[in-house]
């Protein structure tokens, strides 16, 4: 289905906001100082139990992590489809990161100085890789929970500070990389609907006519009693004696 309305909107509004950080991201600007001062006041506060925390949350976002969390969640949030979901799911992150790479190649923008790193990098610096990927497995997860709207957005937003903070840290990425990680996957995920409302669940909508069918006849089961306990009591005060129940007019389940 094409992307239309609102979602196309937001999504078209979010990879203009990405465009205009990587495009400013080096140049002799507000933006590029601003970036290179946030570095380099992270780099001059780092101590080695925030070194550690970091190490341990940006191995949060590491694939051997995210793909098995993303397939559990899921397969257990969507159980009357699940393996479809569960593969789908994986799949929007897998091709979300593998555009990712293309455009970091697209930008090549340098990662900062070597000799700040405590940790060895992959491939360009901008749009954050980590960064990136964790926002997608999160946004998928919560999709595939039923979660939208502000909480979603707040999950998927406090993912991006929690593992681009670890990566700055690390020293192996500028501010504007997680900013623009950020804003790549919440492009993609309202790209590929998966930022949005989720569609209802089969199971859930087959419970639910199940649980209507049921009380639509219990319905009819009590007034089909009503009714021949009226006419008892009419037949004994004409007396005329006991008269048969009679059956529930107009309703499938009577006699």
């Known amino acids: 289905m094409a992307l239309t309305g609102r979602p196309a909107l937001i999504a078209a509004a979010v990879f203009a906001a990405l465009a205009a950080v990587a495009s400013r991201a080096d140049a002799d600007g507000l933006l590029a100082r601003a970036d290179r001062a946030a570095y380099e006041k992270v780099r001059a506060s780092r101590r080695e139990p925030a070194v550690a925390a970091a190490r341990r949350v940006s191995a949060l976002a590491e694939p051997t992590v995210i ?18 979901r569960a593969s789908t799911a994986c ?34 610096s ?45 020293g192996v990425h500028w501010p504007a990389d997680v900013i623009s ?4 996957a919440e492009g993609w995920l309202r790209l590929t609907g998966w930022a949005g409302s989720p569609a209802p669940s089969r199971v859930t909508s087959a419970v ?7 009380q639509r006849a219990w319905i009819c089961v009590v007034a089909a009693r009503r009714r021949a306990g009226q ?7 004409a007396g005329t004696g006991s008269v048969r129940p ?3 007019v107009g309703c499938p389940h009577g006699a």
């Open 91 to 124: 799949l929007v992150v897998a091709a979300g990161a593998a555009t990712r790479r293309q455009l970091s190649r697209l930008i090549a923008r340098p990662r900062p100085p070597a000799q700040a790193w405590l940790i060895a990098p992959e491939g360009y």
């Open 231 to 237: 006419r008892v009591l009419s037949a004994n005060a």
């Open 181 to 184: 990680g950020w804003l790549f």
């Open 67 to 84: 793909y098995p969390v993303v397939a559990a969640v899921g397969l257990l949030a969507r159980r009357d489809t699940r393996w479809r």
């Open 246 to 248: 009679g059956a529930c």
């Open 126 to 170: 901008l749009p954050s890789q980590h960064t990136t990927v964790a926002v997608l497995a999160a946004g998928v997860s919560v999709h595939s929970l039923g979660v939208t709207g502000a909480p979603a957005q707040a999950v998927r937003l406090l993912t991006a500070a929690a593992i681009g903070t670890s990566r700055v840290c690390l």
């Open 208 to 214: 639910k006519g199940r649980r209507a069918a049921r």
